[in-house]
């Protein structure tokens, strides 16, 4: 059994799967909700399937980013603390980029992801980084006309539906992590700091 986060895009989710497919899964798209829906989902989860963490799960994947940074940083320290508690587990990480991809099957030439207003990354087909574009007005997406899917809006709600060949590609593609899983932040944090 898998499990796999993903707080980066507009529509979030916490869902486990294995070779036949999701078992369960928990859907939100409020922005702010991850530091009560994220735990919460995880044990919810393993309770109605009747699974154990420790025994049952293999591998948890976290789609680590570009994605806002306080979801980003509540999903990962609840990841890390589980990976922490059950070493047996392997923790991988899967960008927002790769996810398109993968659920797209590579049908386009690349991926648009918008996490901000003023934030735009695109990825080529394979959901790597081409390029991150702030405060444009049509110079990237006319660069990228009709070579690009708008990920966030065409491909990301159709993941429960998705094919099993979907699912181990997920899998296969997460980036191991030997240690902590690392968040892809779409912004630097805005953090106050002290006066002096």
Known sequence: MQLLVNVATREKYVLYYDEAGVSWAHYWDTLGQESREVL???RKGEHEL???MAKDVTQIVCISGPGPFTSL???VSVLNTILYVHPSIQGSVLTTGQLFSILDRHQHSGYLFQP????YFFFDETGALLSRETNYSDGPVGRYAGQVLQGDVDVVPDIQNSAISIFQSISDTAKKCEGLLIP???KEPNITTPKK
């Open 40 to 42: 919460a989902a995880v």
């Open 50 to 52: 009747g699974i154990r």
């Open 73 to 75: 940083r509540v999903a």
């Open 116 to 119: 901000y207003p003023s934030d």
């Open 184 to 186: 892809f932040y779409a």
